[in-house]
């Protein structure tokens, strides 16, 4: 029996944390299931403990980049717990607090804020620019004007997805040409020299 750690949401929208005995992956997942708990992640690797490396200075998390991965995982998660049939408002607040960087958390927790005071999650996301793209917001006001907010982030998420999968393979394809120049440049100098 392997280990699983688990983060996870109640019926309420309660955050809760966790871990279970189980042969596999999916084995961990049926029993966070019947706990009556909506599985967030799951994984063998046990939560770290703060490093001094994880601390910083106030305010300088401000200025962190929220990167298109940090997006893709957000969305992921919300599209689960939404789908699952947790508010909106719940929603964000957990994906908030299981955010790692400090900017994650500040843009999601202002979001939750807007959601909460009556702007549509469209709106909320509008005001965040730099962090969600004219599609990201155009899509969640397509699931929000259609009832279907759950499957149009679970859509995004598969974008974003393939999006990251193609970049990085593009990214992986040119390593061996870069090799390739840098070792024949230096071969040009080394007999010119």
């Not at 717990?81 to 900017?103: E, F, W």
């Not at 917001?137 to 679970?154: H, P």
Request: net charge positive; no cysteine; proline share 4%.
């Amino acid at each position: 029996m392997t280990v699983f750690f688990y983060k996870a949401t109640d019926k309420s929208g309660k955050y809760i944390e966790g871990d279970v005995d189980a042969p596999d992956y999916r084995a961990a997942v049926q029993h966070v299931r019947r706990l009556n708990y909506f599985p967030i992640k799951i994984s063998q690797d046990r939560p770290r403990k703060a490093l001094a490396s994880d601390w910083q200075i106030p305010g300088l998390g401000f200025f962190s980049r929220v990167t298109q991965k940090d997006l893709l995982t957000v969305t992921q998660q919300l599209a689960t717990l939404i789908d699952a049939g947790i508010t909106l408002d719940s929603s964000l607040s957990n994906v908030a607090q299981l955010a790692d960087k400090p900017r994650v958390r500040e843009v999601l927790n202002d979001v939750q804020k807007r959601v909460h005071s009556g702007s549509s999650f469209a709106e909320a996301l509008a005001e965040h620019p730099r962090v969600f793209s004219r599609l990201y917001i155009n899509m969640v006001r397509a699931g929000e004007t259609g009832g279907v907010l759950s499957a149009s982030l679970a859509r995004l998420a598969g974008f974003m997805e393939r999006s990251e999968d193609l970049k990085s393979s593009i990214r992986s394809a040119m390593v061996y040409p870069a090799i390739l120049v840098l070792v024949g440049g230096g071969a040009v100098v080394f007999l010119f020299a």
